[in-house]
T-cell receptor
Framework: DADVTQTPRNRITKTGKRIMLECSQT?????MYWYRQDPGLGLRLIYY???????NKGEISDGYSVSRQAQAKFSLSLESAIPNQTALYFC??????????????FGDGTRLSIL | QKEVEQDPGPLSVPEGAIVSLNCTYS??????FMWYRQYSRKGPELLMY????GNKEDGRFTAQVDKSSKYISLFIRDSQPSDSATYLC????????????FGGGTRLMVKP
């Protein structure tokens, strides 16, 4: 089983709909992240969370919200989806040990299309 | 101008070739440097992680960092068809577990 699991893997929806993407991890990491990937732009950070009570905005948080339901679960919501939010979305985790000097590990992504 | 620039490719090489993948960056505060490999329909997978200038070797892979030139490279020796993927460089100011800035990725194709 994957250490970082994202659901759904694919989603097609319409403009204006509310969408939730979910991420769960079995790595025992405290830190979790949401990124989006667009062709040629690499990955850009949307939100990150260092523990259940800590939520921080990333580079491109407008139009998104998150919820850290438990140490192992971090969900991303699009309150009213718009077509330019069509992208590949990735969840990542990292360990806080070693002063946080640990690299991030990624799930396999959710491909989201908004019509 | 993007903080991290990476040639998108595609880069096509014959099996057994030495591959050189590169990134340049503009923020001199970047201290941690990573290379990720991403196969189609999969998440990025960490390949190499380094902090200091110089070379770091791991099997067929060598990561090179030149902070004075703001330039990092990944060399792949004896390239294999299974190395065909998109390679992403990433870097961070504080520590690797915090906010990463990614290059756009280079698509590599290794032909048998």
């Amino acid at each position: 089983d994957a250490d970082v699991t994202q659901t759904p893997r694919n989603r097609i929806t319409k403009t204006g709909k509310r969408i939730m993407l979910e991420c769960s991890q079995t790595k025992g990491h405290d830190r979790m992240y949401w990124y989006r990937q667009d062709p040629g732009l690499g990955l850009r950070l949307i939100y990150y969370s260092f523990d259940v009570k800590d939520i921080n905005k990333g580079e491109i948080s407008d139009g998104y919200s998150v919820s850290r339901q438990a140490q192992a679960k971090f969900s991303l919501s699009l309150e009213s989806a718009i077509p330019n939010q069509t992208a590949l979305y990735f969840c990542a985790t990292s360990d806080r040990t070693g002063g946080g000097n640990q690299p991030q590990h990624f799930g396999d992504g959710t491909r989201l299309s908004i019509l | 101008q993007k903080e991290v620039e990476q040639d998108p490719g595609p880069l096509s090489v014959p099996e057994g070739a030495i591959v050189s993948l590169n990134c340049t960056y503009s923020n001199s505060a970047f201290q941690y440097f990573m290379w990720y490999r991403q196969y189609s329909r999969k998440g990025p997978e960490l390949l190499m992680y380094t902090y200091s200038s110089g070379n770091k070797e791991d099997g067929r892979f060598t990561a090179q960092v030149d902070k004075s030139s703001k330039y990092i490279s990944l060399f792949i020796r004896d390239s294999q068809p299974s190395d065909s993927a998109t390679y992403l460089c990433a870097m961070s100011v504080n520590y690797a577990g915090n906010m990463l800035t990614f290059g756009g990725g280079t698509r590599l194709m290794v032909k048998p």
